[in-house]
């Protein structure tokens, strides 16, 4: 009886310490085919990381970059919002979304976003400036609209 036990803990163990370093392996390797623009085999170890792992933010923005790259903006948008939703202060993913309401001409969203986005940076300060010229682009082809 004790011998049954004890190889239930042993095997318990075993199986516990395996999924986890799977879990580790597969974002690790799936970043590694993302870093050498292998974007379709780093897609299937990120989303098999998030079946380990479904509140791995991480996994879940390099989707997005990869479907950004592919142009699928409904994949895009959708892996970004998890990740707010799992991070909201993911300063990248903010300016990602950031992105996409500039690229919609969404401006007054685009300028929400980009309040809280300056209140959450702290690698990606330097991207306000962009956000800010494309605004006032934006608001300088609105003026000249409301001229005509």
Known sequence: MIKKITLAIILFFTLVFNVN????NFFDEA?????NKKYEDSKFLFQRNIVYNPKDSKS???????FKNEENKTELEKNINTVLLLEPNNEEAMYLLIDIELERSNFSKAEELRED????????CDKIASINKRLKEFEKKRCVLKII
Do not use: D, M, W
């Not at 970043?31 to 870093?35: A, V, W």
């Not at 986005?117 to 990606?124: A, D, M």
């Open 117 to 124: 986005f300056k209140k959450i940076c702290s690698n990606l």
């Open 21 to 24: 370093a799977e879990k580790v």
């Open 31 to 35: 970043k590694s085919l993302y870093e």
């Open 60 to 66: 879940y923005l390099y989707l997005a970059k990869i």
